[in-house]
């Protein structure tokens, strides 16, 4: 992932326990792509896979309503929204050495072809969730509108 992240946002050490456990995984392809997890201090979090190579792995991680949650599986809640509807940390963590950072991150700074696709919903038989519009998701972007039955594929959850 090609990601500018300032030492500044920086978070630290502590507040998420490494490695990371997946209490529960809503997607899983060769891995768990989607899943739930804690920080330190107990509050859900929505892990997403962002991302890994050769050297690194990134895991977007935002934390989750019961509501947002239960949105989410019933597929009323697209991926990208419950992810970007409040504050978002990003984990980076070496694929060798175990070693990790954390930076609170928002969608500016993120590659779009490491998001979710707007509207794409966690599971391939909910309907594709057409994006709010920019006025009314800056009001609630947890409400999604639901449409037809798009097309979908593993990969399309990434763009």
């Known amino acids: 992932m090609n990601i500018e992240l300032d030492p500044s946002t920086r978070i630290p050490e502590g507040l998420l326990p490494l490695p990371l456990p997946e209490e529960r995984v809503l997607y899983m392809a060769e891995q ?36 947002d949650l239960r949105l989410l599986e019933q597929g009323q809640l697209s991926m990208r929204d419950a992810l970007t509807g409040t504050w978002m940390w990003l984990l ?12 609170a991150v928002c969608l500016a700074q993120l590659p779009e072809n490491h998001l979710p696709h707007p509207g794409t919903p966690l599971l391939p038989e909910h309907d594709f969730i057409a994006p709010a519009s920019p006025a009314r998701a800056s009001v609630d972007p947890s409400t999604p509108r639901v449409i037809g039955v798009g097309p979908w594929s593993p990969g399309a959850i990434r763009r």
């Open 92 to 103: 980076r963590e070496c694929q060798r050495t175990g070693a990790a950072g954390l930076w």
């Open 32 to 67: 768990p792509i989607v899943y739930l997890t804690r920080n330190s201090q107990g509050q859900v979090m929505l892990a997403y896979l962002a991302g890994e190579d050769a050297r690194h792995r990134f895991t977007l991680l935002a934390p989750i309503s019961d509501r």
